[in-house]
């Protein structure tokens, strides 16, 4: 048995999404393979399906409490970087067949308020479809895959896997290798791996989402500016780094106790986002702060404004078990086998459906050129084990049966049973 949404537009923005997906989400400095859209995506590309307000909100809810949820369980001097965009799409492909507490559990913890599944899937459809290829310098893919045994799963869940996601089907029983394989495929080799050297046998099946992001900024940093300056860690220690420096014109904001500054990447859709607060405040409060409201206000008090810049060059991987983040969030039920309630996805007579881990890996690399980030999520959905027993009894032919007073032993009721009905 196996016991571990940023701002979708914009730095893991690269929803293209799901079979081997669309040749037109490849830009610049990436190798995405060719893919076809999945049907609701390409019906909502061709209405130019708007996104609505309050899944953008409930994405960029779903982030902020992610990530502090995240560096609340990581060590102080940890990097923490995730892709909301990821987990949500994995765990949002879940909830389609959640029920009961199970499935208002997994409402809380993505910011899903009421909506129903059908809700979050033609939503996600309009998501993937208003990214399609948004700018020739950007490679942005988007994959999903579905691992299970044959027959095994509702046919429903099946459906709607490949409907709205584009999900790949596979086999469950080569776990972990072919999945393993094929997210390293996905991600251009940045996450070799997303599930650990486990025994899976007992796996129902494993939901997997990739994302892929490679873009060149609008204006690249000139490598000659490049040098080592001193950085601050958070245990307050200092350290050489490789610092790139430019000056410009660039979208900048001065807020209470930080700094916000957005560089473009290509035509300018897409962008990085940057932070960063005062000498006199923390990371922590200026996360503690983050909201779906306060996010809105500091993208749109960004103003052009003349100045210079000087960021290092970033190389990171992160990975988590997110279980315990998601129960933090209310998705406690879902977890759990003795009351998750996935009839969903399966039912088997005698066992329970429940997620048994959910794992998360990031790559970042940031540099002169721009930026290369990658992502994946693994869902392993298990049974509890069979019951063991001691007979069988199938009442298949004619039977007799007695009521009986248990305090006296009288009969009160007796006969033979030849045809039920």
């Known amino acids: 048995m196996i016991r571990a949404r940023h701002w979708r537009p914009v730095l893991a923005a690269g929803l293209c999404a799901a079979l081997p997906l669309l040749a037109g989400c490849s830009g610049g400095g990436g190798s995405a393979p060719a893919r076809i859209l999945p049907p609701a995506v390409a019906s909502a590309l061709s209405r130019n399906a708007g996104v609505p307000a309050e899944t953008v909100a409930a994405d960029n809810a779903f982030a902020f409490s992610t990530l502090a949820g995240l560096r609340a369980g990581a060590a102080a001097t940890d990097n923490v970087f995730l892709s909301p965009t990821s987990l949500s799409i994995a765990l949002d492909i879940a909830y389609n067949g959640a029920r009961g507490d199970t499935q208002t559990g997994m409402a809380q913890a993505l910011d899903l308020g009421a909506m129903t599944a059908d809700t979050v899937n033609g939503d996600n459809a309009a998501l993937q479809a208003s990214l399609v290829a948004p700018d020739p310098a950007v490679t942005l893919n988007i994959a999903n895959s579905l691992w299970l045994r044959s027959g095994s799963l509702d046919p429903t869940f099946v459906s709607a896997n490949q409907q709205f996601y584009g999900s790949q089907i596979g086999d469950v029983s080569g776990a972990p290798a072919n999945v393993n394989a094929w997210v390293n495929q996905q991600t251009a080799g940045k996450i ?100 779906p409201d306060a996010w809105t206000t500091i993208l749109g008090s960004l103003q052009t404004k003349t100045g210079s810049i000087a960021i290092p060059r970033v190389t990171s991987s992160f990975g988590a078990q997110m279980n315990d983040t998601l129960k933090s969030l209310g998705m406690t039920a879902a977890f759990d086998p003795s009351r998750a309630d996935f009839t969903g996805i399966a039912k088997i007579p005698g066992q329970n459906v429940y997620l048994q881990g959910v794992y998360h890996k990031t790559f970042l690399r940031i540099d002169e050129k721009g930026t290369e980030a990658a992502a994946a999520t693994g869902v392993t959905i298990g049974v509890t084990d069979a019951p063991q027993l001691d007979f069988q009894m199938s009442v298949n032919r004619p039977f007799l049966c007695a009521l009986v007073d248990e305090k006296t032993g009288i009969i009160l009721f007796i006969g033979t049973i030849n045809h039920p009905v």
């Open 192 to 291: 070799e791996t997303i599930l650990p050297d486990a025994d899976y046998s007992q796996a129902l099946a494993i939901l997997v989402n990739a994302v892929y992001f490679n873009a060149t900024w609008t204006t690249p940093f000139d490598p000659s500016l490049t040098a080592d300056a001193p950085f601050t860690n958070a245990d307050g220690s200092t350290a050489p780094v490789k610092t790139m420096h430019a000056v410009g014109s660039y979208s900048y904001f001065k807020g209470a106790r930080f700094q916000a500054l957005r560089l473009p990447y290509g035509t300018g859709r897409l962008g990085m986002v940057i932070l960063l607060p005062d000498t006199d405040s923390s990371l922590n409060a200026l996360v503690a702060g983050l909201t």
